[in-house]
């Protein structure tokens, strides 16, 4: 059983990537569309069962990362709040079609490690989530609902 | 693992449905069946399987049963994403380093 503590702390993944800071940058942002796993992880997966036309995500704060599905229409993952290339980025992250729902913060960074680049995300704001406790992180888990569809399809098939 | 039965329980349409309007919260099996297509007794059925996956609880009031989103079953959930973010950035580092050979 998960604790309190658990449940709003940060989730923390760091990963070396064996290219210029400027390229991982680039690459997680103008070209997200080129790795993302949107065929699992998008709504409109979630809802259809087969993946979006692309992802976007527009570099510049105040900006948006969504995807347009097959229909041609736009769903919102997140609004950008801070882009500043190629050094980091904030996310206000909330992939639904609800978009007045509490929503989780996520922040990437990349920096120059030996040549290499250091890429590290944190995605917080769980405890945001938290504050109507019996209403728990609903805003952001089932704001996924589509992801997990996605996902139970792919693990049981 | 609690987070893939709540996986598992979400793959569905109509739990999903159920599982939205929760967000919004409690409600009674009557509330919820009167927003879906779906019977009563199906929205039971649809709502014990999300018991069981540890997304709601129940609770009496009265004659009536009032169910809402359980905390503990979300906390698994957020773990769950936990492994997502290792499985875009696997992605991402393959495609970085992909370009980068590449020229």
Redo the contacts between chains.
């Keep these: 059983?998960?604790t309190q503590a658990?449940?709003t702390e940060a989730?923390k993944?760091s990963?070396t990537?064996?290219?210029s800071v400027e390229?991982?940058f680039e690459?997680?942002t103008e070209?997200i569309h080129?790795?993302?796993?949107l065929a699992k992880?998008s709504i409109d997966a979630g809802e259809s069962g087969s993946a979006p036309q692309t992802v976007i995500f527009q570099g510049e704060a105040g900006g948006q990362v969504f995807e347009r599905t097959k229909n041609g229409e736009d769903l919102k993952w997140a609004d950008v709040i801070a882009y500043e290339p190629p050094h980091r980025f904030v996310l206000s992250w909330n992939p639904s079609r609800?978009q007045d729902?509490p929503r989780t913060e996520v922040e990437v960074t990349f920096s120059d490690e030996g040549g290499k680049?250091l890429?590290e995300?944190e995605?917080r704001g769980?405890e945001r989530l938290?504050e109507r406790?019996?209403?728990?992180?609903?805003?952001?888990?089932?704001g996924?609902?589509?992801?997990?569809?996605g996902?139970?399809?792919k693990?049981?098939s | 693992m609690a987070y893939?039965d709540?996986?598992?329980a979400?793959?569905d349409?109509t739990r999903?449905a159920i599982?939205?309007q929760?967000?919004s919260?409690?409600r009674a099996v009557g509330e919820i069946a009167d927003e879906l297509p779906v019977s009563r007794p199906a929205v039971s059925q649809h709502l014990r399987v999300l018991k069981e996956a540890g997304l709601v609880t129940e609770r009496r009031n009265g004659t009536r049963r009032i169910y809402?989103?359980d905390?503990?079953g979300?906390?698994?959930?957020?773990?769950?994403?936990?492994e997502?973010?290792?499985?875009?950035?696997?992605?991402?580092?393959?495609?970085?380093?992909d370009?980068?050979r590449n020229g």
Aim: charged fraction near 35%; hydrophobic fraction near 40%; charge should be negative.
């Design positions: 059983m998960s658990t449940e989730i993944r990963v990537v064996d290219c390229h991982a690459t997680f070209r080129e790795w993302w796993p992880y609800e729902r680049t890429v995300l995605h769980w938290g406790a019996g209403e728990a992180r609903e805003g952001y888990a089932s996924w609902e589509s992801v997990l569809k996902y139970a399809e693990a049981s | 893939r709540a996986i598992d979400l793959g349409r999903r599982f939205e929760l967000r919260g409690p809402r989103l905390p503990d979300l906390g698994e959930l957020r773990d769950y994403f936990d997502f973010w290792s499985e875009a950035f696997a992605a991402f580092k393959a495609m970085a380093e370009e980068r």
